[in-house]
């Protein structure tokens, strides 16, 4: 089984700063894609931001040149640096894991965290 815990969000206010952490735990032994995901009240679920183990990334038009995504395969965490923070970054972001690969049980699946929330207010 294959766990991710995000950590990092917050209230902040427009124009400030938060970096999400997203820690995957388990017989892991591979994950192909990490990546961060919100949904905001009425939205549906978006991607935010996409890293792929070999290093390959894509972000959100809305969060281009904002957000930045980085891996560290070793540990299995993804992280999500977010600057200049908007009222419309607000919202529930959720970590993903896609072809997460553990040994036990033996299986790769799509794994989802609790989420964290963000939201940007003055």
């Known amino acids: 089984q294959v766990q991710l815990v995000e950590s990092g969000g917050g209230l902040v206010q427009p124009g400030g700063t938060l970096r999400l952490s997203c820690a995957a735990s388990?017989?892991?032994?591979?994950?192909?894609?990490m990546g961060w995901y919100r949904q905001a009240p009425g939205k549906q679920r978006e991607l935010v931001a996409r890293?792929?183990?070999?290093?390959?990334?894509n972000y959100a038009d809305s969060v281009k040149g904002r957000f930045t995504i980085s891996r560290d395969n070793n540990k299995n965490t993804v992280y999500l640096q977010m600057n200049s923070l908007k009222p419309e970054d607000t919202a529930f972001y959720y970590c993903?894991?896609?072809?997460?690969?553990?040994?036990?049980?033996?299986?790769?699946?799509?794994?989802w965290g609790q989420g964290t929330q963000v939201t940007v207010s003055s």
């Open positions: 890293a792929t183990r070999g290093g390959s990334t």
């Open positions: 993903n894991a896609d072809g997460a690969c553990s040994n036990n049980p033996p299986r790769c699946g799509d794994y």
């Open positions: 388990g017989s892991i032994f591979g994950i192909n894609a």
